[in-house]
Protein backbone atom coordinates (compact mmCIF):
# COMPACT_ATOMS: atom_id res chain seq x y z
CA UNK A 1 0.00 0.00 0.00
CA UNK A 2 1.63 3.36 -0.88
CA UNK A 3 -0.13 6.39 0.94
CA UNK A 4 0.86 9.90 0.18
CA UNK A 5 0.67 12.75 2.90
CA UNK A 6 1.78 16.02 3.23
CA UNK A 7 5.43 15.62 3.33
CA UNK A 8 5.26 13.73 0.15
CA UNK A 9 3.78 17.03 -1.48
CA UNK A 10 6.10 19.14 -4.42
CA UNK A 11 3.57 22.27 -3.78
CA UNK A 12 5.38 23.76 -6.53
CA UNK A 13 4.08 20.95 -9.09
CA UNK A 14 1.11 23.23 -9.68
CA UNK A 15 2.73 26.96 -8.87
CA UNK A 16 1.84 29.62 -12.11
CA UNK A 17 -0.83 26.74 -12.98
CA UNK A 18 -4.39 27.86 -13.64
CA UNK A 19 -6.98 25.00 -12.38
CA UNK A 20 -10.06 25.10 -14.28
CA UNK A 21 -12.91 23.07 -12.85
CA UNK A 22 -15.73 21.66 -15.50
CA UNK A 23 -18.63 21.94 -13.56
CA UNK A 24 -20.03 22.87 -9.84
CA UNK A 25 -22.24 19.69 -8.40
CA UNK A 26 -21.28 18.63 -5.21
CA UNK A 27 -17.82 17.60 -5.97
CA UNK A 28 -17.24 20.95 -8.45
CA UNK A 29 -17.74 23.10 -5.47
CA UNK A 30 -15.40 21.32 -3.13
CA UNK A 31 -12.96 21.51 -5.05
CA UNK A 32 -12.78 24.51 -7.08
CA UNK A 33 -13.31 26.41 -3.22
CA UNK A 34 -10.76 24.19 -1.64
CA UNK A 35 -8.23 24.82 -4.00
CA UNK A 36 -8.99 28.99 -4.32
CA UNK A 37 -8.37 28.95 -0.25
CA UNK A 38 -5.40 26.68 -0.67
CA UNK A 39 -4.22 29.49 -2.70
CA UNK A 40 -4.47 28.23 -6.60
CA UNK A 41 -5.55 30.12 -8.90
CA UNK A 42 -9.02 28.92 -10.36
CA UNK A 43 -11.54 28.91 -13.07
CA UNK A 44 -15.13 27.44 -13.14
CA UNK A 45 -16.54 25.74 -16.21
CA UNK A 46 -19.84 25.97 -16.66
CA UNK A 47 -23.29 26.79 -18.73
CA UNK A 48 -23.40 30.68 -18.94
CA UNK A 49 -26.22 31.69 -16.61
CA UNK A 50 -27.07 28.25 -15.18
CA UNK A 51 -27.56 28.26 -11.60
CA UNK A 52 -24.08 26.56 -11.38
CA UNK A 53 -22.86 29.85 -13.24
CA UNK A 54 -24.50 31.98 -10.36
CA UNK A 55 -23.72 30.35 -7.47
CA UNK A 56 -20.56 30.17 -8.51
CA UNK A 57 -19.93 33.60 -8.84
CA UNK A 58 -21.67 34.12 -5.69
CA UNK A 59 -19.21 31.93 -4.21
CA UNK A 60 -16.51 34.68 -5.71
CA UNK A 61 -15.09 32.43 -7.94
CA UNK A 62 -14.17 33.04 -11.67
CA UNK A 63 -16.57 31.79 -13.78
CA UNK A 64 -16.73 31.19 -17.69
CA UNK A 65 -18.14 28.72 -20.28
CA UNK A 66 -16.61 25.56 -20.30
CA UNK A 67 -14.15 25.75 -23.36
CA UNK A 68 -12.92 29.07 -22.51
CA UNK A 69 -12.43 28.02 -19.17
CA UNK A 70 -10.45 24.92 -20.42
CA UNK A 71 -8.43 27.12 -22.90
CA UNK A 72 -7.22 29.26 -19.72
CA UNK A 73 -6.27 26.19 -17.60
CA UNK A 74 -3.08 24.61 -17.06
CA UNK A 75 -5.03 21.74 -15.37
CA UNK A 76 -8.77 20.47 -16.29
CA UNK A 77 -10.75 18.44 -13.47
CA UNK A 78 -13.57 16.77 -15.27
CA UNK A 79 -15.96 17.26 -12.76
CA UNK A 80 -19.44 17.00 -14.45
CA UNK A 81 -21.36 13.39 -14.44
CA UNK A 82 -19.80 9.87 -16.63
CA UNK A 83 -22.43 10.22 -19.24
CA UNK A 84 -22.08 14.06 -19.25
CA UNK A 85 -18.55 13.60 -20.18
CA UNK A 86 -18.17 12.38 -23.43
CA UNK A 87 -20.28 14.85 -25.44
CA UNK A 88 -18.30 17.63 -23.28
CA UNK A 89 -15.25 17.03 -23.95
CA UNK A 90 -15.47 16.50 -27.68
CA UNK A 91 -17.17 20.01 -27.77
CA UNK A 92 -15.44 22.23 -25.42
CA UNK A 93 -12.11 20.30 -23.71
CA UNK A 94 -10.37 18.59 -26.43
CA UNK A 95 -10.43 21.93 -29.08
CA UNK A 96 -8.64 23.73 -25.94
CA UNK A 97 -6.36 21.08 -24.82
CA UNK A 98 -2.87 22.22 -25.54
CA UNK A 99 0.75 20.26 -24.70
CA UNK A 100 1.86 20.11 -21.03
CA UNK A 101 -2.14 20.43 -20.00
CA UNK A 102 -3.35 17.83 -17.03
CA UNK A 103 -6.40 16.40 -17.43
CA UNK A 104 -7.94 15.28 -14.34
CA UNK A 105 -10.88 13.27 -13.06
CA UNK A 106 -12.83 12.06 -9.64
CA UNK A 107 -13.46 8.91 -11.31
CA UNK A 108 -12.31 6.51 -13.58
CA UNK A 109 -15.06 5.75 -16.13
CA UNK A 110 -14.93 6.95 -19.36
CA UNK A 111 -11.03 6.73 -19.16
CA UNK A 112 -10.91 2.95 -18.37
CA UNK A 113 -14.29 2.68 -20.54
CA UNK A 114 -12.29 4.07 -23.44
CA UNK A 115 -15.23 6.69 -23.58
CA UNK A 116 -12.92 9.51 -23.99
CA UNK A 117 -8.90 9.23 -25.40
CA UNK A 118 -7.13 11.98 -24.59
CA UNK A 119 -3.85 13.19 -27.11
CA UNK A 120 -0.66 11.78 -25.75
CA UNK A 121 0.94 14.95 -25.19
CA UNK A 122 -0.69 15.62 -21.52
CA UNK A 123 -0.76 14.35 -18.38
CA UNK A 124 -4.25 12.00 -17.76
CA UNK A 125 -4.95 11.66 -13.74
CA UNK A 126 -7.11 11.31 -11.46
CA UNK A 127 -7.94 12.29 -7.47
CA UNK A 128 -11.10 10.64 -6.04
CA UNK A 129 -12.35 12.12 -2.39
CA UNK A 130 -13.59 9.25 -0.77
CA UNK A 131 -16.83 11.64 0.43
CA UNK A 132 -19.46 13.77 -0.86
CA UNK A 133 -18.21 17.01 -2.21
CA UNK A 134 -20.10 18.90 1.21
CA UNK A 135 -18.03 16.49 3.25
CA UNK A 136 -14.74 17.38 1.59
CA UNK A 137 -15.54 21.16 1.90
CA UNK A 138 -16.45 20.90 5.95
CA UNK A 139 -13.43 18.67 6.73
CA UNK A 140 -11.37 21.12 4.85
CA UNK A 141 -12.60 24.06 6.67
CA UNK A 142 -12.09 22.12 9.65
CA UNK A 143 -8.28 22.32 8.97
CA UNK A 144 -8.70 18.67 8.19
CA UNK A 145 -9.08 15.91 5.18
CA UNK A 146 -11.03 12.97 3.44
CA UNK A 147 -8.73 10.55 1.89
CA UNK A 148 -8.37 10.49 -1.54
CA UNK A 149 -7.12 8.21 -3.84
CA UNK A 150 -4.54 8.64 -6.94
CA UNK A 151 -4.04 7.15 -9.89
CA UNK A 152 -1.85 8.11 -13.31
CA UNK A 153 -3.38 7.16 -16.57
CA UNK A 154 -0.78 9.14 -19.16
CA UNK A 155 2.35 10.90 -17.73
CA UNK A 156 3.88 12.98 -20.98
CA UNK A 157 5.29 15.63 -18.95
CA UNK A 158 7.02 13.28 -16.13
CA UNK A 159 5.39 15.39 -13.81
CA UNK A 160 1.54 13.88 -13.28
CA UNK A 161 1.79 12.22 -10.35
CA UNK A 162 3.58 15.46 -8.36
CA UNK A 163 0.72 17.87 -10.41
CA UNK A 164 -2.16 15.00 -9.25
CA UNK A 165 -0.91 15.03 -5.49
CA UNK A 166 -0.20 18.81 -5.56
CA UNK A 167 -3.83 19.01 -6.62
CA UNK A 168 -4.88 16.57 -3.66
CA UNK A 169 -2.99 18.39 -1.12
CA UNK A 170 -5.07 21.94 -2.68
CA UNK A 171 -8.07 19.48 -1.30
CA UNK A 172 -6.94 18.87 2.00
CA UNK A 173 -6.82 15.25 1.05
CA UNK A 174 -3.06 14.43 1.86
CA UNK A 175 -3.69 16.05 5.72
CA UNK A 176 -5.66 12.49 5.58
CA UNK A 177 -3.73 10.05 2.87
CA UNK A 178 -3.89 9.50 -0.35
CA UNK A 179 -3.91 6.25 -1.71
CA UNK A 180 -1.87 5.02 -4.89
CA UNK A 181 -4.38 3.10 -7.22
CA UNK A 182 -4.97 2.96 -11.12
CA UNK A 183 -8.44 4.27 -13.18
CA UNK A 184 -9.20 0.29 -13.57
CA UNK A 185 -9.16 -0.60 -9.86
CA UNK A 186 -10.46 2.77 -9.34
CA UNK A 187 -13.88 2.32 -11.61
CA UNK A 188 -14.22 -1.67 -11.35
CA UNK A 189 -14.65 -1.65 -7.09
CA UNK A 190 -16.59 1.67 -6.82
CA UNK A 191 -18.94 0.21 -9.22
CA UNK A 192 -18.54 -2.82 -7.81
CA UNK A 193 -19.31 -0.92 -4.33
CA UNK A 194 -22.18 0.93 -5.51
CA UNK A 195 -24.21 -2.21 -6.97
CA UNK A 196 -23.28 -5.23 -4.95
CA UNK A 197 -22.94 -3.45 -1.29
CA UNK A 198 -23.54 0.37 -0.71
CA UNK A 199 -26.47 1.45 -2.82
CA UNK A 200 -28.30 -2.17 -4.66
CA UNK A 201 -26.80 -4.33 -2.30
CA UNK A 202 -28.20 -2.69 0.95
CA UNK A 203 -31.63 -0.59 0.05
CA UNK A 204 -32.66 -4.55 -1.79
CA UNK A 205 -31.77 -6.29 1.66
CA UNK A 206 -33.47 -3.85 3.52
CA UNK A 207 -36.69 -3.81 1.55
CA UNK A 208 -36.62 -7.56 1.48
CA UNK A 209 -36.15 -7.83 5.02
CA UNK A 210 -39.50 -4.92 5.17
CA UNK A 211 -41.06 -7.25 3.00
CA UNK A 212 -40.79 -10.15 4.67
CA UNK A 213 -41.97 -8.97 8.14
CA UNK A 214 -45.44 -7.01 6.45
CA UNK A 215 -46.00 -9.94 4.36
CA UNK A 216 -45.87 -12.46 7.47
CA UNK A 217 -48.59 -10.09 9.42
CA UNK A 218 -46.42 -7.41 11.72
CA UNK A 219 -46.93 -3.68 11.59
CA UNK A 220 -44.65 -1.64 8.72
CA UNK A 221 -43.92 0.61 11.19
CA UNK A 222 -42.17 -1.79 13.40
CA UNK A 223 -40.82 -3.51 10.16
CA UNK A 224 -39.41 -0.13 9.17
CA UNK A 225 -38.08 0.70 12.31
CA UNK A 226 -36.20 -3.04 13.05
CA UNK A 227 -34.91 -2.98 9.13
CA UNK A 228 -34.29 0.67 8.07
CA UNK A 229 -34.01 3.09 10.59
CA UNK A 230 -31.61 1.36 13.04
CA UNK A 231 -29.74 0.59 9.81
CA UNK A 232 -27.82 3.92 10.77
CA UNK A 233 -26.47 2.45 14.40
CA UNK A 234 -25.14 -0.33 12.59
CA UNK A 235 -23.72 1.60 9.91
CA UNK A 236 -21.59 4.26 12.24
CA UNK A 237 -19.99 1.42 14.47
CA UNK A 238 -18.79 -0.20 11.21
CA UNK A 239 -17.41 2.77 10.32
CA UNK A 240 -15.93 4.18 13.27
CA UNK A 241 -14.22 0.99 14.33
CA UNK A 242 -15.11 -1.81 11.85
CA UNK A 243 -16.53 -5.25 12.87
CA UNK A 244 -14.77 -4.93 16.28
CA UNK A 245 -16.64 -2.09 17.46
CA UNK A 246 -19.81 -3.34 16.21
CA UNK A 247 -19.13 -6.80 17.69
CA UNK A 248 -18.54 -4.96 21.27
CA UNK A 249 -21.74 -2.47 21.00
CA UNK A 250 -24.74 -5.21 20.07
CA UNK A 251 -25.79 -7.64 22.46
CA UNK A 252 -24.79 -10.58 23.14
CA UNK A 253 -28.40 -12.46 21.45
CA UNK A 254 -27.69 -9.47 18.45
CA UNK A 255 -24.02 -11.31 18.04
CA UNK A 256 -25.77 -14.95 18.35
CA UNK A 257 -27.76 -14.25 15.41
CA UNK A 258 -25.10 -12.22 12.87
CA UNK A 259 -23.14 -15.83 13.02
CA UNK A 260 -25.84 -18.35 12.74
CA UNK A 261 -28.51 -16.43 10.38
CA UNK A 262 -26.34 -14.00 8.38
CA UNK A 263 -24.48 -16.58 6.39
CA UNK A 264 -28.05 -18.35 5.71
CA UNK A 265 -29.44 -14.91 4.13
CA UNK A 266 -25.99 -14.30 2.72
CA UNK A 267 -24.59 -17.38 1.13
CA UNK A 268 -22.57 -18.63 -1.48
CA UNK A 269 -25.54 -18.46 -3.58
CA UNK A 270 -25.20 -14.47 -3.12
CA UNK A 271 -21.37 -14.28 -3.27
CA UNK A 272 -21.41 -16.03 -6.81
CA UNK A 273 -24.40 -13.11 -8.31
CA UNK A 274 -21.88 -10.73 -6.85
CA UNK A 275 -18.82 -12.34 -8.92
CA UNK A 276 -21.73 -12.19 -12.05
CA UNK A 277 -22.16 -8.42 -11.36
CA UNK A 278 -18.35 -8.13 -10.94
CA UNK A 279 -17.85 -9.76 -14.56
CA UNK A 280 -20.29 -7.53 -15.90
CA UNK A 281 -18.30 -4.20 -14.60
CA UNK A 282 -14.55 -5.46 -15.87
CA UNK A 283 -15.89 -6.75 -19.44
CA UNK A 284 -17.41 -3.33 -19.84
CA UNK A 285 -20.88 -4.85 -20.28
CA UNK A 286 -22.54 -2.41 -17.56
CA UNK A 287 -20.91 0.34 -19.22
CA UNK A 288 -22.08 -0.72 -22.79
CA UNK A 289 -26.00 -1.02 -20.84
CA UNK A 290 -25.53 2.21 -18.89
CA UNK A 291 -24.53 4.36 -22.28
CA UNK A 292 -27.25 2.67 -24.09
CA UNK A 293 -29.86 3.33 -21.87
CA UNK A 294 -28.81 7.33 -21.74
CA UNK A 295 -28.94 7.33 -24.98
CA UNK A 296 -32.48 5.78 -25.13
CA UNK A 297 -33.44 8.71 -23.37
CA UNK A 298 -33.33 6.30 -19.68
CA UNK A 299 -36.93 4.73 -20.08
CA UNK A 300 -35.86 1.51 -17.94
CA UNK A 301 -33.93 3.89 -15.12
CA UNK A 302 -37.14 6.06 -14.73
CA UNK A 303 -39.22 3.09 -14.61
CA UNK A 304 -36.77 1.16 -12.13
CA UNK A 305 -36.53 4.75 -9.74
CA UNK A 306 -40.00 5.38 -9.83
CA UNK A 307 -40.55 1.38 -8.76
CA UNK A 308 -38.49 1.89 -5.63
CA UNK A 309 -40.02 5.65 -4.70
CA UNK A 310 -43.58 4.42 -4.65
CA UNK A 311 -42.26 1.27 -2.29
CA UNK A 312 -44.38 0.93 0.90
CA UNK A 313 -41.34 1.03 2.94
CA UNK A 314 -41.18 4.93 1.47
CA UNK A 315 -44.89 5.78 2.92
CA UNK A 316 -43.98 4.35 6.01
CA UNK A 317 -40.99 5.74 6.14
CA UNK A 318 -42.32 9.53 5.35
CA UNK A 319 -45.02 9.07 7.97
CA UNK A 320 -42.19 8.21 10.83
CA UNK A 321 -39.73 10.46 9.79
CA UNK A 322 -42.00 13.42 10.28
CA UNK A 323 -42.03 12.60 13.79
CA UNK A 324 -38.68 12.46 14.11
CA UNK A 325 -37.42 16.39 14.73
CA UNK A 326 -33.39 15.56 15.20
CA UNK A 327 -33.78 14.51 11.51
CA UNK A 328 -34.37 17.90 10.57
CA UNK A 329 -31.39 19.87 10.09
CA UNK A 330 -33.13 23.76 10.92
CA UNK A 331 -33.98 21.73 14.10
CA UNK A 332 -30.47 20.69 15.02
CA UNK A 333 -29.54 24.50 14.10
CA UNK A 334 -31.54 25.89 16.53
CA UNK A 335 -31.02 23.77 19.07
CA UNK A 336 -27.38 24.06 18.63
CA UNK A 337 -27.56 27.55 18.86
Same mark, same amino acid.
Given at each position: MQLFHDADVDRSALAGRTVAVIGYGSQGRAHALNLRDSGHEVIVGVREGGASWQRARQDGL %?? &?? #? *?? &?????????MLVPDMAQEALYKEAIAPALAADNTLLFAHGFTIHYERITPPPDIDVVMIAPKAPGDLVRREFERGRGVPCLLAVHQDA????????? &?????????? *??????????? @?? @????? !????????????? @? %????????????? !?? &?????????????????????? %????????? *????DFTSGPRVIDAHVKERM??? /?????????????? /???? *??? #??? %?????????? #??????AQLRARMAWLDPAHNQKADA
Amino acid at each position: MQLFHDADVDRSALAGRTVAVIGYGSQGRAHALNLRDSGHEVIVGVREGGASWQRARQDGL %KV &AR #P *AD &AAAAGDLIAMLVPDMAQEALYKEAIAPALAADNTLLFAHGFTIHYERITPPPDIDVVMIAPKAPGDLVRREFERGRGVPCLLAVHQDASGKAKARAL &AYAHGLGGTA *AGVLETSFAEE @TE @TDLFG !EQAVLCGGVTELV @T %KGFETLVEAGYQP !EV &AYFECLHELKLIVDLLQEGGLA %KMLRYVSET *AKFGDFTSGPRVIDAHVKERMREV /LGDIRNGGFAREWI /LENQ *AGL #PRY %KAMLRRDLEH #PIEETGAQLRARMAWLDPAHNQKADA
